[in-house]
Nanobody, 127 residues
Framework: QVQLVESGGGLVQAGGSLRLSCAAS????????MAWFRQAPGKERDFVAA????????VYADSVKYRFTISRDNEKNAVYLQMNSLKSEDTAVYFC????????????????????WGQGTQVTVSS
């Protein structure tokens, strides 16, 4: 079992920055793919970014590419999402997700590929 706890959400003005954290416990993440998804009110949960703990490979949704950066900290067993140049359309609940041994490919972008989920953290961007 892996437990995931997100933090770092809040209210920020458009153009500002936030850094989300996802602390993992229960297992070491050396063979896991970690991802961030987000869900805006009345919408489906969408993929944001993912990172392979094994080699650091990252992928991003087109909507956040060059603005958001996903990273990991091996010592802290944590994953981060640095969000810059925030827009009102980035407003959502952000979820951390994890799964073991996901092969690189389209599966990384699918919600159904991930077994473990955090409770989410709210990000609100005011325009």
């Amino acid at each position: 079992q892996v437990q995931l706890v997100e933090s770092g959400g809040g209210l920020v003005q458009a153009g500002g920055s936030l850094r989300l954290s996802c602390a993992a416990s229960g297992r070491t993440l050396s063979s896991y793919v970690m991802a961030w998804f987000r869900q805006a009110p009345g919408k489906e949960r969408d993929f944001v970014a993912a990172i392979d703990w094994r080699d650091g490979t990252t992928v991003y949704a087109d909507s956040v590419k060059y603005r958001f950066t996903i990273s990991r900290d091996n010592e802290k067993n944590a994953v981060y999402l640095q969000m810059n140049s925030l827009k009102s359309e980035d407003t959502a609940v952000y979820f951390c997700a994890a799964d073991a041994n996901l092969k690189y490919g389209r599966g990384w972008y699918r919600e159904s590929s991930y077994t473990y989920w955090g409770q989410g953290t709210q990000v609100t961007v005011s325009s």
